[in-house]
């Protein structure tokens, strides 16, 4: 039976391009010190080029706007963590540092749609649990590497995976997430290279007990 291969539907292209629009039309708008709760969808919507009513033929508000583009944010950062493993080509604490300095990279080319997610998650708890459950998702992963490594003894047994990769995805998200606010990025490689030895060899190399 001949295989089918599957090509995006055009409004599913629609959407992907509205997206596109509107997350430049927010982090233009963001750049310009307006914070996402001020930005009204008319705002948005004229700023994008749109009517109101094609807006909401893709988005319920623009609280579903921020969903979308945090989700987007998190899926690309969760991508550039999960290419690093400890062992084998760009593995190690080098191959972590530059994969830290990717991900401050990444968010650092998105900080106003970074920042709106903070502002918004600080009172709406569907953007909270939403950029939570990204989170969860990848310390899952993490656990699972952390646990490899422990049968594979380069990992003392006495390291509690579940609360070492919480560690490393909730206390490293916060620092780069600090690092992309509070600095131009002259020292994100020197951050990254704390945020790796710091995981390291607290966590991947740590000394048996």
Partial sequence: ??????????????????????????EEQLRRGVTYTELSVEQIAQAAGVSRSTFYLYFRDKVDVLLRLSGSLKSESSKIAASWEPVGPGGGAEGLAHTYERILHHYRSHAAVLAAIQEVSAYDPVVREAWTADQDRFIDHLV????????????PADVDPRLAAQLIVQGGGYAIAQQVATSNGDDDAAVARELALGYWYGIYRRPAA
């Fill in 1 to 26: 039976m001949a295989s089918t291969t599957r090509r995006p539907s055009d409004a599913a292209q629609r959407r992907a391009a509205l997206e596109k629009r509107i997350q430049s039309v927010i």
């Fill in 144 to 155: 699972t590497v952390l646990v490899g490594e422990q049968q594979a003894g380069r990992t």
